[in-house]
């Protein structure tokens, strides 16, 4: 009897070792895992030091037309018979819009292309290039620092 009950005994010591194990195994695996979680919200947090680096950037230089150049191109309003130049060309290549009658159109003298006479402007104040042909303009170019 006393072997059997030494074995019982054992029996139970030797699951309340392998509880304690589980346990402890149990515990450890959450511990890890929480500080996972903890390593994966930081990643995801910005970097200030870093992001102020990145978003410095270099001034923009553009190469454009002065005003008096722009206006020295010629203008035409359209009338009512919608007479251009150049047959089959009513479309505004820059905005894609329909020339109408009344608006007032500028042309590239070294081209020919014409265009809305706003559009034409603001991409000549920005490029002394024409936007169809990218054929240099002959006009004083003037770099703009941004």
């Known amino acids: 009897m006393l072997i059997s009950t030494f074995s019982g005994a054992s029996r139970t010591s030797e699951i309340a070792v392998i509880t304690s194990l589980g346990v402890l195994g149990l515990l450890f695996t959450t511990a890890i895992f929480l500080r996972l979680m903890r390593t994966c919200d930081r990643v995801h947090q910005p970097i200030v030091e870093l992001s102020t680096i990145t978003n ?27 007479e251009l130049p150049k047959p089959n060309d009513n479309t505004c290549p820059i905005c894609l819009g329909t020339y109408k009658s009344k608006e007032t159109l500028r042309t590239i003298p070294e081209c020919n292309h014409y265009f809305h006479a706003n559009c034409i402007d603001e991409w000549l104040r920005r ?8 054929n240099p303009s002959r006009g004083n170019e003037v770099i703009i620092e941004a």
């Open 56 to 82: 410095q950037q270099p001034p923009a230089v553009r190469k454009g037309l002065d005003d008096s150049t722009i206006e020295s191109y010629p203008k035409i309003q359209l009338g009512q018979s919608w």
């Open 127 to 134: 490029s002394a290039t024409c936007p169809l042909c990218r």
